[in-house]
């Protein structure tokens, strides 16, 4: 089965970076646009970037463009999201999530489309 396994999350003070990874298994890897989502307690989850299943398209929420970046690793099977310049209105639990040959900034951006889903890793930025 389809399994997505996030790490990377922990404490880093403000202006830092972390790099988040997506490991992801039991699925054909190129064929699938490749998002990250976030969610801050209390609040819905959150579209934060994305990259399509081809071509190595991203999009961006504009709260990071900038200062995030989303890479994929086709021969890891591995999707990537390096965060700089690290806001307190970042921490949330970050999620990565896929999308079978998705391509559009409509069809990436939109929670609804997204097949599966890892268990998420937490982000806190303070000092």
């Known amino acids: 089965q389809v399994q997505l396994v996030e790490s990377g999350g922990q404490l880093v003070q403000p202006g830092g970076s972390l790099r988040l990874s997506c490991a992801a298994s039991?699925?054909?890897?190129?064929?699938?646009?490749m998002g990250w989502f976030r969610q801050a307690p209390g609040k819905e989850r959150e579209f934060v970037a994305a990259?399509?299943?081809?071509?190595?398209?991203?999009y961006y929420a504009d709260s990071v463009k900038g200062r995030f970046t989303i890479s994929r690793d086709d021969a890891k099977n591995t999707v990537y999201l390096q965060m700089n310049s690290l806001k307190p209105e970042d921490t949330a639990v970050y999620y990565c999530?896929?999308?079978?040959?998705?391509?559009?900034?409509?069809?990436?951006?939109?929670?609804?489309?997204?097949?599966?889903w890892g268990q998420g890793t937490q982000v806190t930025v303070s000092s």
């Open positions: 999530a896929t999308q079978k040959f998705g391509i559009t900034s409509g069809q990436l951006m939109s929670i609804t489309r997204y097949d599966y």
């Open positions: 039991g699925l054909t890897f190129s064929n699938y646009a």
């Open positions: 990259i399509r299943w081809s071509g190595h398209i991203t």
